[in-house]
């Protein structure tokens, strides 16, 4: 049976989103079954119309759908991706690990491999304390962390992050993301994927 990946984040302005991407194709070629979804909006409508770029980017991801608690509860390892807000995780990503609660109690998201990915417009504007905070969150559920390390075929050429993909966008909205940092995202859900199915003994014996 394929292992169960779920790649869940919260993007404006599609950085984050085309790392997800990544993340879930990687997973994807090592055979697993991935459910790509996002974040709920949480910003009113006016804030919204107020940016072209993000405007633009919520209708153009329309078609994925919201993650719902369930969705963890279903994966046996999951990546979370945010921007970078003043250092810390999106408001919108935070919300949906604050609306975990139940899932967390019963013991649903521990002994699964996580694993996390981060934009932030400077190279030293938050992404590696962005990653650090979502770790503290997964010490939390007893999940089982995984960093990107050094392992991928060209870690440095993706700003040799280790914790995670992490990727300066300088305010870039919806360019491409560079081939780097696909590399460095497809590298990181394979790992994911990779320890989520070596550790499955673990949510056996719960
Ligand atoms: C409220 C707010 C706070 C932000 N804080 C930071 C920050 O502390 N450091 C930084 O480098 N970028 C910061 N940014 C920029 C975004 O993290 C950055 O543009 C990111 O690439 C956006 O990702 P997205 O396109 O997936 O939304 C902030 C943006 C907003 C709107």
Avoid at 30 to 51: C, D, F, K, M, Q
Avoid at 124 to 144: D, F, P, Q
Avoid at 173 to 199: C, F, M, N, S, W
């Amino acid at each position: 049976m394929s292992t169960k990946i779920l790649v869940a984040y919260y993007s404006s302005t599609g950085n984050v989103h085309q790392i997800a991407q990544a993340v879930a194709a990687g997973a994807e070629s090592t055979g697993a079954e991935v459910r790509l979804r996002r974040a709920p909006e949480l910003a009113p409508a006016e804030a919204v119309e107020s940016n072209p770029a993000w405007k633009a980017h919520l209708e153009a991801v329309a078609d994925v759908p919201d993650v719902t608690p369930d969705d963890f509860v279903w994966s046996e390892g999951y990546a979370l991706g945010t921007p970078t807000r003043y250092g810390t995780p999106s408001a919108q990503l935070k919300q949906v690990i604050d609306g975990l609660g139940p899932q967390w109690q019963q013991g649903l998201l521990a002994n699964k491999a996580a694993t996390a990915f981060v934009s932030a417009s400077n190279a030293h504007g938050g992404n590696e304390s962005t990653l650090l905070t979502l770790n503290n969150v997964y010490a939390h559920w007893g999940a089982i962390i995984v960093p990107s390390g050094y392992t991928s075929a060209n870690p440095y050429a993706a700003g040799g992050n280790p914790y995670g993909t992490g990727y300066a966008s300088g305010g870039a909205t919806d360019t491409p993301l560079p081939d780097e940092y696909v590399e460095a995202g497809k590298a990181q859900g394979a790992r994911l994927a990779q320890v989520a199915r070596l550790i499955a003994p673990l949510r056996a014996d719960r």
